[in-house]
């Protein structure tokens, strides 16, 4: 096989590959559901997709020293977890792949060309992932939210983690809602239906609070693009509409999930109008009762040896206790000092030679602030895929505007 049919041949492998992203998902979700105890699907397909992506990167000569630190480290935290503690060393093997995927595909994207990545894949990818959501509910399939946590409501088609297909939600949004401009009315129309009909369904404050903070993003930059270019009428019109729909949002959200659910939390954890706004209101509305996870786990990480101050008490003990679910705490406390840092400076450089713009760069914000508040982003293989598309989107954009 030549080096043309060699270079064909990973692309299509690469863009299948994302493009089987929400068919991994529900599948997983199923497998789950049917308590299937075998491998997971998702860690299968990811296991190999990270392998064969490592593998890629070896040959490229300037990356081939990230890559034998990497295993290097790999090695050493596999034998301090095996030696020195009495965690499950699959549950840490995984953990690791999970906290390093998303640095090593920006570290990939980086460095790798292919133009059928594009604004236009994202948007396909949109509907089918809100046509996995759609299309069982009105099939009266699919599962709700209470199937997995007996205490909320919503609904979330074929996918199993609330907060994971939340992320992927917003972080693809941003780039369809910039190439749906293009595309006929009627593909408009779908979108809109089916993107409200799902923000609604699901229910969760991440999906809500991002589509919302996604809107009002664009319609910021519409308004600065072109504000001094409108006329009075059409300037009191651009303030009146938001106003308008603001109100209309005001009296729906009593009747979604995600105001029963909040309120659901505040009548369970005695929230109320004179605690609502201090630390403990915060902590179990805002942060979903995170900050005492927090104080808990930190905790045991202070109080443990040296050693595992800077390898990690690992992701057994977070699971044993509870995890943090604020990734960049859960990282931290899972790999230590020394695996941090490591994960760190990954990120910084497969960041710094990214350069991500506008759009883009939004995206990739958004999501980190998220992570705080959400979790399962960062360390999430089925939404860090995503952030790390943003790479190559943004450059074959820049590419396609130069041509």
Not at 198 to 204: E, S
Not at 366 to 379: E, K, P, Q, R, Y
């Given at each position: ?35 299937l ?17 490592l ?12 890559i ?31 906290i ?42 699919g ?38 401009k ?153 790999i ?31 999501l ?10 960062l ?6 895929i ?18």
């Amino acid at each position: 096989m030549n080096d043309i049919k060699k270079k064909k041949f990973f692309d299509n492998f690469i863009l299948v590959f994302i493009l089987m992203q929400p068919f991994i998902d529900a599948l997983t979700c199923i497998q789950i559901k049917s308590n299937l105890n075998i491998l997971s699907i998702s860690v299968v397909f990811r296991g190999l997709a990270f392998l064969i992506i490592l593998m890629y990167l070896v040959f490229k000569k300037d990356k081939r020293k990230s890559i034998f630190f990497f295993l290097v480290y790999i090695l050493l935290s596999t034998i301090y977890t095996i030696l020195l503690t009495n965690n499950n060393i699959n549950t840490e093997i995984t953990n690791l792949f999970q906290i390093f995927y998303l640095p090593f595909f920006i570290i990939f994207f980086n460095s790798y060309d292919n133009e059928k990545i594009n604004n236009d894949l994202v948007l396909k990818l949109y509907f089918i992932y809100l046509n996995l959501i759609i299309i069982p509910y009105f099939l009266g399939i699919g599962y709700s939210v209470s199937e997995f946590y007996k205490e909320k409501i919503g609904y979330l088609g074929l996918f199993y983690g609330g907060n994971e297909i939340s992320a992927i939600l917003t972080c693809l949004l941003p780039i369809s809602l910039k190439t749906l401009k293009d595309k006929k009315n009627i593909i408009k129309i779908i979108f809109f239906i089916e993107l409200f009909m799902c923000t609604y369904l699901i229910g969760t404050k991440t999906l809500m609070l991002g589509v919302l903070i996604v809107f009002m993003y664009f319609f910021v930059l519409y308004l600065k693009n072109n504000f001094n270019k409108f006329s009075k009428l059409k300037k009191s019109f651009m303030i009146t509409i938001p106003s308008i729909l603001l109100i209309l949002l005001v009296i729906i959200l009593p009747f979604t999930p995600m105001f029963k659910n909040i309120i659901t939390a505040a009548k369970f954890f005695k929230v109320d109008s004179n605690n609502l706004f201090s630390l403990y209101g915060l902590n179990k509305i805002v942060f979903s009762g995170r900050l005492g996870f927090l104080e808990k786990i930190n905790d045991i990480f202070i109080n443990s040896s040296i050693l595992s101050i800077f390898m990690g008490i690992g992701k057994t003990t977070l699971l044993n206790t509870k995890l943090i679910e604020i990734d960049i705490l859960d990282i931290f406390y899972s790999i230590g000092i020394i695996g941090f840092v490591i994960w760190l400076l990954y990120m910084i450089k497969g960041m710094k030679n990214a350069k991500l713009k506008s759009i883009y760069k939004f995206t990739f914000i958004l999501l980190i602030i998220i992570s705080i508040f959400a979790g399962h982003i960062l360390t999430s293989t089925n939404v860090s895929i995503y952030l790390a598309l943003m790479i190559i989107l943004n450059r074959n954009e820049k590419e396609e505007l130069n041509e």
